[in-house]
């Protein structure tokens, strides 16, 4: 079956310090892989998606390779700031997948100092 | 854009007591999705629906039911609801149809006391 692993958070940074959040996935099929945001008190957005292998996706200042040979889809950011602070969640889905469903990691808390 | 609306937004009930969450869509999507979130879960799936009276079980569907009599909305109901269902409900739509993202509502907070 498919499954996402996250780095365990909770992440603080200060503003402007550079952000890696890790994330590695097993899947049956090849799968399109997600980056979601959550900020407190809403519901999840997309933040960026890459859909096949070497693809990267950029978002905000956001970015992420779909690296097949290593199964990961790491999220970077080279300066981040307040108002990144959020809950970051990882998710994958495949075609082979029933009812296209999403896959999700456990989600990472960010929190980024002045 | 497309646009969910969960309601009730928060609840409170009672243990044993039957809840029913709303999302209604604006748009004609096909797919239509039930999540809960929990602290060190993430977002797990409860029940899916592919198109009106189809629906079909996620990974976390004990003690729920779903029903999908229009396009635009999709139930789900907690027949007797219990403590360890206290959760965040999320709605989600299926925008992506080539690319498979989900669009989300912005969640009902239930509490079972």
């Known amino acids: 079956g498919n499954s996402v692993t996250q780095m365990e958070g909770p992440v603080t940074l200060s503003e402007e310090a550079f952000l890696t959040i890790n994330c590695t996935y097993t899947?049956?099929?090849?799968?399109?892989l997600f980056w979601y945001v959550q900020y407190p008190g809403e519901g999840l957005q997309l933040l960026l998606k890459a859909t096949k292998a070497d693809d990267k996706g950029s978002n905000k200042g956001f970015e992420a390779t779909y690296r097949k040979e290593t199964t990961s889809f790491h999220l970077e950011k080279g300066s981040v700031q307040v108002s990144d602070s959020a809950v970051y969640f990882c998710a994958l889905t495949t075609q082979e997948t029933s009812g296209s469903r999403l896959t999700f990691g456990e989600g990472t808390q960010l929190t980024v100092n002045p | 854009d497309a646009g969910i609306t969960q309601s009730p937004r928060h609840k409170v009930t009672e243990t044993g007591t039957p809840v029913t969450l709303r999302c209604h869509q604006t748009?004609?999507?096909?797919?239509m999705y039930w999540y809960r979130q929990d602290p060190g879960h993430g977002l797990r799936l409860i029940h899916y629906?592919?198109?009106?009276?189809?629906?079909d079980k996620g990974e976390v569907s004990d003690g729920y039911s779903v029903s999908r009599s229009k396009t635009e909305d999709f139930l789900l109901t907690l027949e007797s609801a219990t403590s360890s269902q206290t959760s965040v409900y999320f709605c989600?739509?299926?925008?992506?149809?080539?690319?498979?993202?989900?669009?989300f509502g912005e969640g009902s907070r239930l509490t079972v006391l």
């Open positions: 748009e004609n999507h096909r797919y």
């Open positions: 629906s592919y198109g009106v009276k189809d629906t």
């Open positions: 989600a739509i299926r925008t992506g149809v080539v690319t498979g993202e989900l669009f």
């Open positions: 899947a049956t099929g090849y799968p399109s």
